[in-house]
């Protein structure tokens, strides 16, 4: 049974204690005793552990809630690597609606029925999720396409508790020890997200962009979007026909590992020579077509890496694999990583206890993700804000390495991005590239200084 969105903080203030959060009530004053209660409670639920029971409760409150619950899997520095494992588990699968308010929608959209703009259209959707659902349809034109429609009055829905989490954040915030979590920029975050997500318009303009920067990549599809088709609440996108990735049996092993490697040079692709990635590439969003290309669905949830964060991450995972530990420390500083007050000896000592129990270990034993993941939690003893650009880069590393070994187990992360990567360090670290880039910076700042001057003047 669903939990009703006005009883949601006393479920959460509860459960607060179940999930070890222990922290947050110590911050509360006169709590010692329900505090004392909840833990002989929570003695008798070692079944579970503290992350499958977050990841329950996050599903039997809602939609919401469940979304909130996998961005939070993105931030391994707010709830731990193994609560966002967990939390990464997260299924927003919902019972479909009917497709008479699949027909109300369009109504609404178009001022048309469905079949004005379709010679066929199956009423069970192939898929439905918390925000829209996915059926699969033949255009006029005799064209396979994905029609996914947004799940009705779930804006009003989701800006409702949104405001709720507002209330969390504002509220967790009054406490020292969690201000440098950031939880009201995590809770902007989702909104954004969530806002955007709301909007299929703007997931078809994302999908478009994607499109757009792989076009030279002949081994990836990204559907083609209708444009004439689609509206805030309907996105009409070429149908994607193939297995997904986890079903590919009558493979063979060489194509296996063509498909892991195509989808990590992909990936570099997407993360350092654009800066901008899909960044939700679970299992269920890549499907592999009967030409054994890679195709990418579900554009909700993009992330974007300025080029400093691109050129900060690169040289320091160059720095662990040279061990050079006092570069690695350099970098984070002049990247705003760590306060410029931090210790830099010191810091590098700690990238040392990083890097030294890798080195030696077969390339393709190393996870990168892994690595940055310790990383992210060493830095938090020095004073690093949360970076969420570069949580959800890890996050993505992460599924990209996990999907891609599920392919071919002998995937090597380092040599394969190693040819990419030396082109990228010559257009990008080369003191040509950096001389440039500072001229560009330069001239960003003389065209802002009329602007400035003028509202000194006024």
Sequence with gaps: MRIPAVLAPVKIFIYIQFFGCNFLLRQIPYFGFLFWLLEIIALFRIAETKGERLRKLLTSLGPTFIKFGQLLSTRSDLVGIKMANELSLLQ???????????????????????????????????????????????????????????????????LNEIRLLYFFAGLLNLFKKLKRLRLKEVVRLFDYTVQKELNLRYEAAQSDKLADNLSGNKNIIIPKVDWALTSQKILVSEWLEGNKITKLEGFSKKDLKKLGDNLVLCYYEQAYRDGYFHADLHPGNIIITKDKKIGFVDFGIMGHLAKKDRIAVAQIVYGFIKRDYDLVAKIHKKAGYIPKTANLDEFALACRSIGEPIFGKDAKDISIAKLLAQLFLVTENFGMQTQPQLLLLQKTLLLIEGVGSTLNPELNMWSLGEPFMKEWAKENLSHKAILQHKLEELLDLLEDIPSFIKKMVD
């Design 92 to 158: 927003d699968e919902l019972p479909a609606f009917s497709i008479r308010k699949v027909e109300r929608v369009f109504k609404r959209e178009t001022g048309e029925a469905i079949m004005t703009n379709f010679k066929e259209f199956v009423p069970t959707p192939v898929a439905a999720a918390s925000i829209a659902q996915v059926h699969k349809a033949i255009t006029l034109d005799d064209r396979m396409v994905a029609v996914k429609v947004l799940r009705p009055g779930i804006r009003k829905k989701f």
